[in-house]
């Protein structure tokens, strides 16, 4: 009998082949894709053009409270205090996560190719390719990591919930700032997500599984 597959496990599974799903439709450059990809940057161009209070926020949200440098200190300070309480495995795996992570966001940005929406009138610019998004990943990345840590620490009750609502909000957030600037596709946004979902998954599997063994080699 195949045994079951735990939330994590799960969670890396779904993530990741929703993952190749949208890469592979960016790849062959699926029609309705393309379409929705341009119909929305097209309309939320036009919005930011015509509000520039709340594009002035947007780029004020994604450039400093939610930009990947941000994102990866937030993550270094909580390794270091991991560091001096003693989660010391803990604080190694943070950093593998978010290493592994910047890896592959650059990776399949070299692969993958994709140019940025081009607007006659930008409100802000980005370089580098599209997909996937970096800032909606590094964002997922950051506060799985940080929320995954602070379940090991036992955060648990009213300051869990605080946690991950602003959790929540970060990496929603800093996906629609991006969207609202007119630097990235739909799918580019949802494919930072994904992948950042993934890497997070894996990496409490892969935590969980080192872990274990570990307890099992000490009480041999």
């Known amino acids: 009998m195949p045994v079951p597959l735990s939330v994590p496990a799960r969670t890396a599974v779904l993530s990741g082949a929703a993952f190749a799903v949208v890469l592979g439709l960016v790849v ?45 200190l937030l993550t270094a ?15 190694g795996w943070l950093v593998a996560a978010t290493l592994v992570g910047w890896g592959l966001e650059q990776l399949v940005k070299s692969a993958v190719g994709r140019p940025r929406p081009h607007w006659q009138h930008p409100v802000d610019s980005a370089h580098f390719a599209a997909f996937p998004s ?23 009750g009213a300051w869990w919930a605080v946690a991950l609502s602003v959790a929540v909000v970060s990496a929603l957030g800093v996906g629609l700032t991006r ?27 892969c935590s969980g599984a ?11």
């Not at 970096?134 to 620490?153: E, F, N, S």
């Not at 080192?210 to 041999?220: E, K, N, T, V």
């Open 28 to 72: 062959a450059g699926w029609g309705p894709l393309v379409s929705f990809d341009r119909w929305t940057a097209a309309g939320l161009h036009h919005r930011a053009l015509s509000d520039p209070g709340v594009t002035h926020a947007a780029g004020v949200l994604t450039d400093w409270v939610w930009d990947p440098t941000t994102m990866r």
């Open 134 to 156: 970096g800032h909606a990943m590094a964002a997922t990345i950051a506060v799985g990591l940080l929320l995954w840590a602070a379940h090991r620490q036992g955060l648990a």
């Open 77 to 91: 300070a909580c390794v270091v205090v991991l560091w001096l309480r003693g989660a010391r495995l803990l604080a």
């Open 210 to 220: 080192c872990s274990g063994r570990l307890a099992l080699y000490r009480d041999q």
């Open 179 to 205: 969207l609202w600037l007119g630097v990235h596709w739909a799918s580019d946004v949802l494919g930072g997500w994904l992948l950042g979902v993934c890497v997070v998954a894996l990496s409490v599997v």
